[in-house]
């Protein structure tokens, strides 16, 4: 069958020195799997630039949109592949922009050529020039504007043959995904920590999840909103395992044992314990969280200081110094925020005190922790996990 | 354990005998009742029979509307009957404990430039028939009230309303519509003794199909069409009769009324059994709606035995639904945990309830299929839940 030739470009693997096979090589296996669902499709790498090239009947769109979710993709273009001869190159692209300006009714375009292939007899700016008269000739409705065309078509000129092009449409860019070893984030069904995941993913983490919930203090349908979220994740990153604990026993222990006011630190400070435990069990280097300085009161300077200091690992927090505007755009464009905004809740407010302290103690904090059996509930915690996998 | 379901208030358990009608007119009598084919006749012979097992139910000055179900009939009947009347007023009467399918449609006919009054309730939910009376007017086009609420079970005074409304217009040559939603009604009071304007009732509610219900109207009435097209329903809601759903509803309607008052009876006794255990078990515990149970449509002031909405004070109705969900009991609540205020139930605002006392309301619902054994596990287990609740609470 027939097969339509998209480039796809990559952003910083392209910049890497000595690693640049191993990234190169991810990064292929990462477009290889997001285009095994279309039949016979195929990618390699041509100098620089990845061809995949799947068959016409699957609409452009499909394939752009699995493309560009591949992290480490900088743009993708779906191009017309022409042999190297300049007059043929001139009578595909005038084929390719009549069906622009039959779809469209665009009126002024202009030819960029590069030549990649020095042994091509046509330099540059003649190739531009040269095609750009064929496409005048044959496509009468069409004037010439280099300043502010509505069409900018690009001929790239190479050794393995000649390709035209017009859209760039980009992706996230980022590293491919399982370059940069395995984390795993605190999953709530906020705005915050998809992103966080997302952004972290972006850099070539894989990722695993734990949710905390307090059911029956919670409903199924909270958990349910966040592993629809954690599905969203998926899409980019592939199946996702989510571990997911039931922290009401430790809730009730700390309202009856500990002072109110320090309830949600003395909360996160548990979390923090029980995931690290789940990271060092499942081999993730480092816990990742979606805290923003100053968010809440949980997640003030002092109280970040409070919730570190119960776990050695490193605690990643991509969204530390942005603005909730930024974060919340952020969600939006990934896809994750008409999730996050539904109203189900993944904590009681029974367990949120009416005024949380913000500027916690850390030897406060401790002795009123003192109370509790902290290792045995933590580690009744971690025997109850409950495992889903959440595909794509 | 088995489940224990006391949420027929949202929807009900279809009666065995229904799923079988059901599934046998869809694998078999599929025929289109316009079709001029044997097939289509024993179609059009099925939907004859179900509407003949409906109209034997309801008052004999009427006809049968098949609808999609309880929310549709309200809007027909608001939609249609505003309609009809554009001319003669623009003022719309109802209470602000109606169901959303009402309350909303008014809504939007307030948009559209009706203007729309309703009416408050007591602390037991029930309006009041003289300040019905009092706020009719020349320019009043309908008047829409509930026959029995779905949050507290209060039955309204529709018999001396609808009773009003004629005489009203008799007085002042007016032609006022009195339109009332059954849907909580219907297959559990007798609903035929009564010649109203506009009924709207629901099958899935008395053990029949979703998606299928019907509008009564008073023959005289004559709306104009609400769907148009080929013409089905006299023209008044075409579309292809839902034909296993309309069989389905007529015997629904004809089983749910077998032996009503003994069913009903035990259904009351069963919900006085529950109310005084969770009353005497528990402290902190009150009755949102009327105490006497009532069983006709001249009981209004009392509440229908399938409903018993109670607040247990200090603590939240949904946690305690969770809690019961986990040995497999279903009940509903009074608002949905949220740390906003907006999932509160309008109908027990209306009746004056604060927020707290709102958060803690749950409603248990009941059917023909619950038993005595079921009430004493939900006693047993909402006393745990509420306790173990209240616990918590205490520390805080």
Redesign the interface.
């Known amino acids: 069958m027939e097969k339509k030739l998209y480039i796809v470009r990559c952003g910083e693997v392209a910049l890497k020195g000595m690693n640049k096979p191993y990234f190169e090589r991810v990064l292929l296996e990462r477009v290889r799997k997001a285009i095994e669902c279309f039949d016979d499709a195929e990618a390699k790498w041509v100098e620089g630039l990845m061809f995949v090239r799947v068959p016409v009947s699957v609409p452009e769109d499909d394939v752009i949109a699995k493309c560009v979710r591949v992290f480490g993709v900088a743009s993708v273009s779906p191009a017309v592949e022409a042999p190297k001869d300049i007059d043929e190159i001139g009578r595909l692209a005038a084929e390719f922009m009549q069906k622009i300006i039959d779809e469209e009714g665009v009126q002024t375009f202009k030819v960029k050529g590069k030549r990649a292939d020095k042994s091509f007899a046509v330099q540059s700016p003649e190739i531009g020039r040269m095609v750009g008269a064929i496409i005048l000739k044959r496509c009468k409705v069409l004037s010439v504007n280099v300043h502010e065309p509505d069409v900018l078509l690009t001929v790239d000129v190479r050794r393995e043959g000649a390709y035209i092009f017009r859209d760039k449409i980009k992706g996230f860019g980022g590293l491919p995904l399982g370059t940069n070893g395995k984390g795993l984030i605190l999953m709530s069904g906020g705005i915050d920590s998809p992103v966080a995941a997302f952004m972290m993913a972006k850099r070539g983490m894989s990722i695993e999840a734990v949710h905390f919930h307090s059911?029956?203090?919670?409903?199924?349908r909270a958990q349910k909103k966040v592993e629809d979220l954690v599905h969203v994740l998926a899409g980019y990153m592939g199946t996702v395992r989510m571990h997911v604990i039931n922290l009401l026993p430790i809730q009730?222990q700390i309202?009856?044992n500990c002072p109110?006011d320090e309830t949600t630190l003395l909360v996160r400070r548990f979390m923090m314990r029980i995931a690290e435990q789940i990271a060092l069990k499942n081999g993730d280097m480092m816990l990742i969280t979606g805290e923003d300085l100053g968010q809440v009161a949980s997640q003030t300077a002092e109280a970040l200081v409070v919730t570190d200091s119960v776990v050695t690992m490193p605690v990643m927090r991509p969204l530390i110094a942005m603005d909730k505007v930024d974060i919340m755009d952020k969600a939006r464009e990934i896809g994750t925020y008409d999730i996050s905004i539904q109203?189900y809740?993944d904590c009681?407010?029974?367990f949120?005190p009416k005024h949380p302290v913000t500027k916690p103690k850390l030897a406060r904090i401790e002795k009123s922790e003192s109370a509790l059996d902290v290792k045995a509930l933590v580690d009744a915690a971690v025997a109850s996990e409950e495992i889903i996998d959440i595909r794509p | 354990m088995n489940m224990i379901y006391l949420d027929n208030s949202a929807t009900t358990r279809q009666y065995d005998e229904v799923t079988d009608l059901v599934y046998k007119m869809a694998k078999e009598n599929y025929g289109n009742p316009s079709s001029l084919h044997a097939l289509g006749f024993d179609a059009g012979n099925i939907l004859f029979d179900a509407r003949a097992a409906i109209e034997d139910l309801m008052h004999p000055g009427g006809e049968i509307i098949f609808t999609s179900g309880g929310t549709e009939s309200d809007n027909m009947a608001l939609v249609s009957s505003v309609r009809k009347m554009k001319r003669r007023g623009k003022r719309i009467l109802t209470t602000r404990v109606e169901h959303p399918a009402v309350l909303e449609t008014c809504r939007r006919l307030a948009d559209d430039g009706y203007s729309v009054d309703y009416l408050s309730v007591d602390s037991t939910g029930y309006v009041d028939p003289d300040a019905v009376s009092d706020a009719l007017t020349d320019d009043t086009i309908i008047v829409s009230i509930m026959t029995v609420n779905n949050e507290t079970g209060t039955i309204q005074p529709v018999l001396p309303v609808s009773r009003a409304v004629r005489e009203y217009n008799r007085m002042h040559g007016t032609k006022i519509i009195f339109h009332t939603d059954a849907v909580q009604a219907f297959g559990k009071l007798p609903m035929d003794d009564a010649s109203f304007d506009l009924v709207s009732v629901s099958g899935h509610k008395f053990h029949g199909p979703k998606g299928i219900g019907f509008l009564y109207m008073n023959k005289d009435l004559k709306l104009p069409a609400f769907i148009t097209g080929g013409g089905q329903e006299n023209g008044y809601r075409s579309s292809t009769e839902n034909t296993p759903g309309i069989a389905g509803l007529g015997l629904a309607a004809r089983i749910s009324y077998e032996n009503l008052f003994t069913k009903m009876s035990r259904m009351g006794e069963l919900n006085e059994y529950l109310r005084k255990g969770l009353i005497t078990e528990l402290p902190d515990v009150y009755l949102n709606g009327p105490e006497e149970l009532g069983y006709n449509l001249h009981d209004h002031g009392k509440r229908c035995p399938g409903v018993l909405n109670l607040t247990f004070k200090g603590t939240?109705g949904?946690?305690l639904?969770?809690?019961l969900?986990?040995d497999r009991i279903y009940v509903s609540t009074g608002s949905?945990?949220?740390?906003?205020k907006t999932?509160d139930s309008h109908v027990l605002q209306a009746m004056g309830l604060d927020h707290k006392a709102i958060e803690g309301a749950i409603r248990f619902s009941l059917s023909e299929f619950n038993t005595k054994e079921e009430m004493d596990i939900v006693i047993d287990k909402t006393k745990a839940a509420v306790t173990r609740f209240r616990k918590?609470?205490s520390?805080?």
């Open positions: 059911y029956p203090y919670t409903s199924q009730e309202v009856m109110e109203p809740e009681c407010t029974v949120l | 939240r949904e946690v639904l969770h809690t969900e986990q949905a945990c949220s740390s906003h999932g918590l609470g520390f805080r």
